[in-house]
Each structure stands twice: as structure tokens, then as C-alpha cells.
């Protein structure tokens, strides 16, 4: 059974600083690995798409980066900012299946 | 174009009563999806559907939740009758068949008292 696990559940960080968020799984048998974004009362947005045969995504001021042998991913935000005060969250998609299966989230606040 | 739309976006209700949450997917995505987030977790899979018929329904309390989505669009989530620990964030997502994109609701918060 696939477990999807996020380290640290909280963050808090001054303004202007890089971060990196981490999540780690316990079955190396993905199809791939998103990374989502929830504001407080509101759905998921996805940021970061990573195949299982890629390494890494970029978008912007975030760098998501996959290492299935060793079952984790990162996700780097460089020059963060109060608006990327969130809570992200990654999940794993089994090869053959659609079924997304999530972490617990780390919750990021960026203090100004 | 529209996102997935859901309703109601709160509710409360006692113990032992029942209730019901509503979601449109976004037009043409034949598959729909409900999770359910419980306050410091992650979202759990509870049901997806393609079109009107059931393709995981693996971790769903089978017990006292049910779901259908008759006409291969809309869809109900019902609770009948409602615990305590089923107070959450109840997410409806869609997409295309096969696609890497599931596209969120907002979600409906139930709170059982």
C-alpha cells in the first residue's frame, strides 16, 4: 500500500527566502507526482506535474525534483513571497490506476 | 469555462442525520472524483466514476456513504446516517479519461456535531 508522507506538517519563514518542502513515498512504482496548492476554503491547484521518467519541473520561482529510487521528491521556491502563504500538499499516481494518493500537506506561511 | 462546481460549501448537522453534497465537473470530463479531507490530512479517495459508472470505490464507507452519478454528469455524495468522524472537506475533482489533470471544487465543509 502506497504511503505519501510530508515533512515538515508546518513552515514559517521570513519573506524573501528560499525553501524546500519535502515528501517522501513508499512505493517507487509511480506513473508520476504532483504537487497541489490549497488556500483556506478553496479546491487544490496543481503547480508541478513530474513523469516518472523525469527528474525535475519548473515553473516560475518553483522547481519540483523526483528521485523514485530513493521514493522522494522536493519542491524548491526560491525568493518566497507572502502570497505563496498556502498549504501544499504532493501525491503519487500508480502506474495503471488514476487514483491520486496524497500526503498530509505542509502548511507555509511567509511572514512579510 | 467553468470550474467544477459544488454545493452546498458548509454544513452542519447533528449526529445520525443525514446529508447530502451536490457536484458539477467541468463540461466533457467523463471522469469525476470525490475525496474526502479530514482536518490535517491529506485528501482520500472515496469514489470515482467513469461517466455514470463506478471504477474505485475501494475506500468508501459502503456502509452509510453512497454516490451516484445518473446521467454521466452531475453527481451526489450522500451520508446517511452522519458519525462524528465524518466531519471534513468533502472535494470534488474531474477530468478527461486517462489524464494526468484532476481539476478541484472548492469543496463542501461538514461539520457533525
Known amino acids: 500500500k502506497q504511503e505519501v508522507t510530508q515533512i515538515p506538517a508546518a513552515l514559517s519563514v521570513p519573506e524573501g527566502e528560499n525553501l524546500v518542502l519535502n515528501c517522501s513515498f513508499t512505493?517507487?512504482?509511480?506513473?508520476?507526482l504532483q504537487w497541489f496548492r490549497q488556500d483556506p476554503g478553496k479546491g487544490l491547484t496543481s503547480l508541478l506535474l513530474?513523469?516518472?521518467?523525469?527528474r525535475e519541473q519548473t515553473s516560475g520561482r518553483l522547481n519540483a525534483s523526483l528521485d523514485k529510487s530513493s521514493g522522494r521528491s522536493t519542491l524548491y521556491i526560491a525568493a518566497s513571497q507572502p502570497g505563496d502563504s498556502a498549504t501544499y500538499l504532493c501525491?503519487?499516481?500508480?502506474?495503471?490506476?488514476?487514483?491520486?494518493?496524497f500526503g498530509q500537506g505542509t502548511r507555509l506561511t511567509i511572514n512579510p | 469555462e467553468a470550474g467544477v462546481a459544488q454545493s452546498p460549501r458548509y454544513k452542519i448537522i447533528e449526529k445520525r442525520q443525514s446529508v447530502a453534497f451536490w457536484c458539477n465537473p467541468i463540461?466533457?470530463?467523463?471522469?469525476l472524483y470525490w475525496y474526502q479531507q479530514i482536518l490535517g490530512q491529506g485528501p482520500k479517495l472515496l469514489i470515482q466514476?467513469?461517466?455514470?459508472?463506478?471504477?474505485?470505490d475501494s475506500q468508501l464507507p459502503k456502509d452509510r456513504f453512497s454516490a451516484e452519478r445518473l446521467k454521466g454528469v452531475d453527481s451526489t455524495l450522500k451520508i446517511q446516517p452522519a458519525k462524528l468522524e465524518d466531519s471534513a472537506v468533502y472535494l470534488c475533482?474531474?477530468?478527461?479519461?486517462?489524464?494526468?489533470?484532476?481539476?478541484f471544487g472548492p469543496g463542501t465543509r461538514l461539520t457533525v456535531t
Open positions: 466514476f467513469q461517466n455514470n459508472g463506478v471504477v474505485d
Open positions: 513530474i513523469q516518472s521518467s523525469q
Open positions: 501525491a503519487v499516481r500508480r502506474r495503471g490506476a488514476q487514483k491520486l494518493v
Open positions: 512505493d517507487s512504482a509511480i506513473y508520476n
Open positions: 463540461s466533457g470530463h467523463a471522469t
Open positions: 475533482a474531474s477530468s478527461f479519461p486517462g489524464s494526468d489533470e484532476q481539476y
